[in-house]
């Protein structure tokens, strides 16, 4: 595709296929509206390996109106039911004026911060502090105006695809690239919380690097760390996984989260998806060569005298490598002994008479 870009560049650190994963810590709402504990969250997402910590940045009013009425109630067996999306996203913001202190912490502990913008004040604040990267959500993946505006930064973006169809996906790829996106990646997302291992369609995150040609990722709401280490096995250059401090705190993400400890375990088992995962290529490793020698082989079984037939008997295929190929088997039974041969001998051609 015109534009089509299969890396971008996030705070010098590049992110693409042939990479290392690149992963984000997502803060969302278990700052609990305590800025040492946000604070502590930055610190705790690098001490992990993270390579990025994702903070959001609305208010309620910018995201919906502070209304009762039907349609502003939560419902459908969320973790929210129950409330209105005013009172859900005024437990969940985070003040603006934190994120200047944020991303002092995160530049001196040398993680990159940036984070999601949910308006048009949103995106001009963040640039105002120098975000490197804007990230859009799935949610508002239909909101072509907010997209644009972001792409009209110059910055790379991040676009989640939860709940999308693949035209949704292609409109908001097509005008974020018209506005100047520099660069794009999208997130393979299942905008359920916590989400089913069943509905995470991970294969899918092949048909978004095939039919956008940019780096895809995952951006996780499952319980555990299995599902990113999948991802990352099928493909995924990022994964964004929420994370918390407080286990027993309840909050809005109260059950899709990972403890520090869970989020280095999960970014070691990707690590090591990444050293697993090689080259497409077969053959023996360096630590394979040597085992060759154990290979099976043709060895003579029993004490056989000069003239005496090969059989089933007196010939096997044994451990280790040393004798002739099992692959001449079959050629080697009902020929005869060129000379006497003990037993535990591995069988070569100048034992057997032509």
Not at 23 to 36: C, G, K, P, T, Y
Not at 139 to 152: G, K, Q, S, T
Not at 177 to 204: F, I, Q, V, W
Request: aromatic share 6%; with cysteine; charged share 20%.
């Amino acid at each position: 595709m015109t534009g089509a870009s299969e890396s971008l560049t996030i705070a010098g650190r590049r992110v693409g296929p042939g990479e290392p994963v690149y992963v984000i810590a997502e803060m969302s709402a278990n700052h609990n509206q305590d800025l040492d504990q946000a604070v502590r969250l930055v610190r705790a997402a690098r001490a992990a390996g993270a390579d990025a910590v994702k903070l959001q940045t609305y208010t309620p009013d910018t995201l919906t109106l502070a209304s009762d009425r039907e349609p502003f109630q939560i419902r459908g067996g969320t973790l929210w039911d129950g409330k209105t999306l005013h009172q859900l996203y005024q437990e969940a913001c985070m003040p603006w004026d934190w994120h200047a202190p944020l991303q002092r912490v995160a530049n001196e502990e040398g993680i990159t911060l940036f984070s999601t913008a949910y308006d048009a004040s949103a995106v001009d604040y963040l640039e105002d502090l120098g975000v490197p990267v804007h990230k859009v959500a799935s949610f508002e993946l239909v909101d072509i105006p907010l997209i644009e505006r972001m792409a009209r930064t110059g910055k790379p973006l991040i676009i989640s695809t939860g709940m999308a169809t693949l035209s949704e996906v292609e409109e908001a790829v097509d005008a974020a690239r018209r506005a100047g996106a520099s660069a794009l990646a999208l997130l393979k997302c299942t905008s359920a919380y916590p989400a089913p291992p069943e509905e995470m369609n991970l294969l899918g995150i092949a048909l978004l690097a095939e039919r956008f040609q940019v780096p895809v990722g995952l951006s996780d709401h499952t319980m555990g760390i299995a599902v990113p280490a999948a991802a990352v096995a099928l493909g995924a250059c990022i994964v964004e996984k929420h994370f918390t401090l407080s286990p027993g705190t309840p909050g809005p993400d109260s059950t899709f989260w990972l403890e520090p400890d869970g989020l280095k375990a999960m970014i070691d088992a990707i690590r090591m998806v990444e050293r697993a995962l090689g080259n497409p290529v077969l053959g023996p490793g360096p630590r394979e060569t040597a085992s060759r020698s154990f290979r099976r082989s043709l060895f003579v079984s029993r004490d056989v005298r000069a003239g005496e037939l090969f059989t089933e008997d007196n010939v096997r295929s044994v451990r280790p490598a040393d004798g002739l190929h099992t692959r001449h088997h079959a050629e080697v039974l009902g020929a005869h002994a060129a000379h006497d041969i003990e037993a535990g001998t591995p069988l070569s051609w100048d034992m057997i008479s032509r």
